[in-house]
């Protein structure tokens, strides 16, 4: 089985506004709301995967109880701290005119010490029943920036195969916990590297700089031109195919998903790319918040063009 940890997840509102203007009054053509938050998409996809999954992390007043009730309506196993409070809302406006996204977070409510202790037991005792973790997305107030460093190292400890999908302070000092795996996008790479990332060779070196600073396997996102990953001296890049975008929401989600999937199942890096960008390009044909479905994903399989790097 596999675990995905959202500590700060949200209710995902997405909508469509044509010629979506700033400072003015705007119509709203369709709305979507999912639960949300990366875990728990990485979830919804790994659902799809066909793979056992136990979604966690902490919830809060009416829009926690919505988010549950919507994962188990997708038969997706829940085991989440409940807190006081409100779980925040994401709303994301897409003008299909224009192109553009905006992204409009909420911070998520405050989690206390003794909180942060009970969850640092409750991922003991999954990590003692899964056999990967998925730790993703940003930390709540309150939570200090070394808490996942201190969760893989509790998964670790346990004998599970950890990913990390975070970025900044939490990035950094995560990887010193020694991940299996971290997925930071091109921009997470350079505020984490310090440097500007715009050729292949970028790639490759801040891939290098990545590996030795302590993880197993590097995966850098790049949005419609793919991905690039690396683990020891191997290198490969992907190339997905061309597709009409829906919303880009969860797709680097859906990436996580499936080498969360591929570890489990001891896929070759080869094997576990080309699933992962499979699943990134399905996701990212959907509209609002949802994720891309098993045929869609078999669909775009034979699509994705591998590079072996040297």
């Given at each position: 089985m596999i675990a995905t940890v959202t500590l700060n997840p949200a209710l995902d509102k997405t909508v469509i506004v044509p010629h979506f203007a700033v400072g003015k009054t705007n119509r709203v053509q369709v709305k979507y709301v999912d639960p949300g938050g990366k875990g728990i998409n990485v979830?919804?996809?790994?659902?799809?995967?066909?793979?056992?999954?136990?979604?966690?992390?902490?919830?809060?007043?009416?829009?926690?109880?919505?988010?549950?009730?919507?994962l188990a309506s997708r038969d997706i196993l829940t085991d989440f701290v409940y807190l006081t409070g409100?779980?925040?809302?994401?709303?994301?406006?897409?003008?299909?005119?224009?192109?553009?996204?905006?992204?409009?977070?909420?911070?998520?409510?405050?989690?206390?010490d003794e909180h942060l202790k009970q969850?640092?037991?409750?991922?003991?005792?999954?990590?003692?029943?899964?056999?990967?973790?998925?730790?993703?997305?940003?930390?709540?107030?309150?939570?200090?920036?070394?808490?996942?460093?201190?969760?893989?190292?509790?998964?670790?400890?346990?004998?599970?195969?950890?990913?990390?999908?975070?970025s900044g302070e939490?990035?950094?000092?995560?990887?010193?916990?020694?991940?299996?795996?971290?997925?930071?996008?091109?921009?997470?790479?350079?505020?984490?590297?310090?440097?500007?990332v715009e050729k292949e060779k970028d790639l490759i070196d801040a891939a290098r700089r990545l590996l030795a600073m302590?993880?197993?396997?590097?995966?850098?996102?790049?949005?419609?031109?793919?991905?690039?990953?690396?683990?020891?001296d191997r290198m490969i890049r992907a190339r997905p195919p061309s597709i009409k975008?829906?919303?880009?929401?969860?797709?680097?989600d859906s990436m996580v998903a499936a080498f969360a999937y591929a570890m489990m199942k001891?896929?070759?890096?080869?094997e576990a790319l080309r699933l992962a960008t499979a699943a990134s390009?399905?996701?990212?044909?959907?509209d609002g918040s949802g994720v891309g479905d098993f045929q869609l994903i078999q669909e775009f399989l034979p699509q994705v063009e591998l590079e072996e790097l040297h």
């Amino acid at each position: 089985m596999i675990a995905t940890v959202t500590l700060n997840p949200a209710l995902d509102k997405t909508v469509i506004v044509p010629h979506f203007a700033v400072g003015k009054t705007n119509r709203v053509q369709v709305k979507y709301v999912d639960p949300g938050g990366k875990g728990i998409n990485v979830a919804k996809v790994l659902k799809q995967l066909g793979s056992p999954v136990i979604a966690t992390g902490f919830l809060a007043g009416n829009n926690g109880r919505y988010i549950s009730e919507a994962l188990a309506s997708r038969d997706i196993l829940t085991d989440f701290v409940y807190l006081t409070g409100e779980t925040r809302v994401n709303l994301k406006i897409i003008d299909p005119v224009s192109g553009m996204e905006t992204e409009i977070n909420e911070p998520g409510f405050l989690i206390a010490d003794e909180h942060l202790k009970q969850f640092k037991q409750k991922t003991r005792e999954l990590a003692e029943r899964c056999s990967v973790m998925v730790f993703s997305g940003s930390l709540p107030p309150g939570v200090p920036p070394d808490t996942y460093a201190a969760l893989i190292r509790i998964a670790k400890g346990c004998g599970t195969k950890t990913i990390l999908d975070t970025s900044g302070e939490a990035l950094e000092i995560g990887l010193g916990a020694g991940p299996d795996l971290i997925k930071p996008n091109r921009a997470e790479v350079q505020e984490l590297l310090q440097i500007r990332v715009e050729k292949e060779k970028d790639l490759i070196d801040a891939a290098r700089r990545l590996l030795a600073m302590g993880t197993g396997t590097v995966v850098i996102s790049l949005g419609a031109a793919g991905a690039l990953a690396a683990s020891g001296d191997r290198m490969i890049r992907a190339r997905p195919p061309s597709i009409k975008t829906g919303s880009t929401v969860g797709a680097g989600d859906s990436m996580v998903a499936a080498f969360a999937y591929a570890m489990m199942k001891n896929l070759s890096l080869g094997e576990a790319l080309r699933l992962a960008t499979a699943a990134s390009t399905a996701t990212a044909t959907v509209d609002g918040s949802g994720v891309g479905d098993f045929q869609l994903i078999q669909e775009f399989l034979p699509q994705v063009e591998l590079e072996e790097l040297h």
